[in-house]
T-cell receptor, first 114, second 116 residues
Framework: GNSVTQMEGPVTLSEEAFLTINCTYT??????LFWYVQYPGEGLQLLLK?????DKGSNKGFEATYRKETTSFHLEKGSVQVSDSAVYFC?????????????FGTGTRLTVIP | GAGVSQSPSNKVTEKGKDVELRCDPI?????LYWYRQSLGQGLEFLIY????????KSGLPSDRFSAERTGGSVSTLTIQRTQQEDSAVYLC??????????????FGEGSRLTVL
């Protein structure tokens, strides 16, 4: 089946610290991979994505590389800010489906303190 | 509206009562999705609409759950004879025709349901 396992939180970091949130997946075929973010009081929104092996998605200083050999899509940021405090969700989509049904992880809450 | 709108934002009900949750997608978005997020769980896919039809309703947990969409716009998720295990945040998302198959969904803030 299809599933996503991501690092359990919560994660608390000081401003300017390095962030890694681990995500691994199980899927048949070659899925597309995503990170969504939910800021306080807002709906989930797409942060970045990668559609094939070795692709790197990036946005707002965040990066994630699609690693087929380790079935991983870890989220990284070199220097976090207080405004990055949010819940981060890793997700996958089966490539062959015509719809946008996504399989999500449980979410990781990040708190950045000044 | 500018974003996906869901109502009510919070609903407390007694076990055995029926509830209706509403989703108003972004104008022009043809696809609409319902997800459920229970405490400590990931988002669980419930149902997907393309226009007014539901090609995939495989995630509905039981026959107490149903959903409809009218006019290719507003959708209602109905839970009959609610049980305590139905307590969760119900999320609605929509996607644009040009975004079909890209994985980009636009989410509402969710409806938090508590069944006492």
């Amino acid at each position: 089946g299809n599933s996503v396992t991501q690092m359990e939180g919560p994660v608390t970091l000081s401003e300017e610290a390095f962030l890694t949130i681990n995500c691994t997946y199980t899927a048949t075929g070659y899925p597309s991979l995503f990170w969504y973010v939910q800021y306080p009081g807002e709906g989930l929104q797409l942060l970045l994505k990668a559609t094939k092996a070795d692709d790197k998605g990036s946005n707002k200083g965040f990066e994630a590389t699609y690693r087929k050999e380790t079935t991983s899509f870890h989220l990284e940021k070199g220097s976090v800010q207080v405004s990055d405090s949010a819940v981060y969700f890793c997700a996958l989509k089966k490539r062959q489906t015509g719809a946008n049904n996504l399989f999500f992880g449980t979410g990781t809450r990040l708190t950045v303190i000044p | 509206g500018a974003g996906v709108s869901q109502s009510p934002s919070n609903k407390v009900t007694e076990k055995g009562k029926d509830v209706e949750l509403r989703c108003d997608p972004i104008s022009g978005h043809t696809a609409l999705y319902w997800y459920r997020q229970s405490l400590g769980q990931g988002l669980e896919f419930l149902i997907y609409f393309q226009g007014n039809s539901a090609p995939d309703k495989s995630g509905l947990p039981s026959d107490r759950f149903s959903a409809e969409r009218t006019g290719g716009s507003v959708s209602t998720l109905t839970i009959q004879r609610t049980q305590q295990e139905d307590s969760a945040v119900y999320l609605c998302a929509s996607s644009a025709p040009t975004g079909a198959n890209t994985g980009e969904l636009f989410f509402g803030e969710g409806s938090r349901l508590t069944v006492l």
